[in-house]
């Protein structure tokens, strides 16, 4: 139930955005997080958009090694 | 931008990692149940060595809402003046034979929605209704709850009612260590729940309980990825809160989303089928907001607990003590379209998932 789905607003308007999921665009309240923009890709849950997606690169797992553990940990582990 | 994670290059890169790591047998809690049904559905639970055992936790709000407070929804929609809104997940729920399905079918108006403003809308369209949002969820849902409750009280709506049973996760998770029953060595955390309230939340796991834990993602990658994070910790003699869904998840959460609900609730004690009464761990409207409270409006006394259906191990499920092939009703007199228990009518309930996955026998 807890089920977020991640889509791109192309369109504010107030408190609502315009969101784009793989095609089919619905309306998703702002008031959870009122900064987002036009282009932001954003998680909505029951109507409303609850965070804005960073960019997450593909290899992230040895960057998350180094971060997380120490840069031996990405040699070694 | 990549919303899918599903390179195989890099899951096999981690699985193989996974593997160097293991030194023995591991048991891990996915605790909630959207990490249930992507662990079956995308193969992990079969890929996995299976030294690494994935025991399912008390995330499914539809599983864990205890049945006197369906019943209590039930009788309010049989007020022939009351529309009862509720999420769809809830309408199939067995309780004393009877569902809100049924109730549908007999005439009473009961509706599902996919957002609480739906429910708000349906007042503002029908203002003879006396509209009452049967409000089940976790930290994730309770801010769209709170908005919608601040926008009525905004608009001075008269007919809209919030009837909350629901719940919040880290008092769960106190609860299932404290009880010390099922012995884990780490937690897979909720992504969505923490997209809401951050990573403070659980520091008490690593602090009083020496457990790791990842705050983890729903894509097939992300979970190896979290079970990757907690071996190497667990290899360094680690204790942390650790996000691997950091492209969703902040370490603070969204703090407007937690003043919201703040704003609205406060946290009281609760019953959870299955894991009984926890401290400070439901959401009740406070009393500025008496106005769209079902349960001041319609002065409802807290319901007397009903016992559980005959046989059903729902309660065992819930806290990972047993799994659902254990339970003698699975598969043969309880199954998703004749379900007894909550965990079978949920399609996140472990049961259902096991079923649906792991075919009648349950083994996945």
């Not at chain 2, 899918?4 to 193989?16: H, I, N, Q, V």
């Not at chain 2, 761990?281 to 409802?300: H, I, M, N, P, V």
Request: net charge neutral; aromatic share 8%; with cysteine.
């Amino acid at each position: 139930m807890c089920l977020g789905i991640p889509g791109k607003v192309v369109r504010v308007e107030g408190e609502v955005a315009e969101v784009d999921f793989w095609g089919v665009r619905k309306k998703a309240s702002l008031l959870l997080v009122p900064e987002v923009k036009e282009g932001d890709y954003v998680l909505v849950h029951v109507g409303f958009v609850i965070t804005k997606l960073e960019q997450q690169e593909a290899q992230e797992t040895i960057k998350l090694f180094e971060e997380f553990f120490g840069e031996e940990a990405a040699d070694g582990a | 931008m990549e919303l899918k994670r599903e390179d195989p290059e890099e899951a096999k890169e981690l699985l193989e990692r996974i593997k160097g790591l293991l030194k023995g047998p591991v048991r891990f809690m996915e605790v909630c149940g959207t990490h249930t049904v992507s662990i079956f559905r995308s193969g992990i639970k079969a890929m996995l060595p299976p030294q690494i055992d994935l025991i399912s936790g008390p995330g499914c709000p539809v599983c864990v809402t205890p049945p006197e407070e369906i019943k209590r929804a039930m009788e309010l929609a049989l007020n022939g003046d009351v529309a009862l809104v509720t999420f769809g997940d809830l309408m199939k729920v067995p309780v004393g034979g009877k569902s809100l399905e049924h109730l549908k079918a007999e005439g009473a108006d009961v509706r599902v929605v996919l957002s609480p403003l739906d429910a708000l809308q349906i007042a503002l369209r029908e203002p003879k209704k006396r509209v009452v949002f049967f409000a089940v969820g976790f930290e994730t849902t309770a801010p769209a709850v709170a908005a919608t409750v601040l926008e009525a009280k905004r608009q001075a709506v008269k007919n809209f009612f919030v009837l909350s049973a629901q719940r919040l996760i880290p008092p769960a998770i106190r609860a299932l260590l404290e009880g010390g029953k099922v012995l884990l060595d780490g937690f897979i955390l909720p992504g969505h729940v923490s997209v809401i309230i951050g990573k403070e939340p659980y520091g008490f796991i690593a602090r009083e309980f020496r457990l790791p834990a990842v705050i983890t993602g729903f894509e097939p990658l992300d979970v190896l990825e979290s079970i990757w994070m907690l071996l190497e910790q667990r290899r360094r003699g680690l204790s942390q809160v650790l996000i691997q869904y950091r492209r969703a998840v902040r370490p603070e959460g969204n703090l407007r989303a937690c003043s919201l609900v703040e704003e609205v609730f406060c946290a009281v004690d609760a019953r959870w089928r299955g894991l009984g009464v926890i401290p400070q761990s439901g959401l009740k409207l406070r009393k500025g907001f008496s106005l769209w409270d079902a349960e001041r409006a319609f002065g409802l006394l807290p319901p007397e607990p009903i016992p559980e259906p005959a046989g059903c191990s729902c309660g065992e499920v819930l806290q990972g003590l047993k799994k659902p092939p254990q339970c003698k009703l699975f598969g043969k007199v309880c199954t998703p379209s004749s379900p007894i228990g909550p965990c079978m009518v949920s399609s996140e309930g472990s049961c259902a998932a096991y079923y649906k996955y792991g075919g009648k026998d349950g083994q996945g």
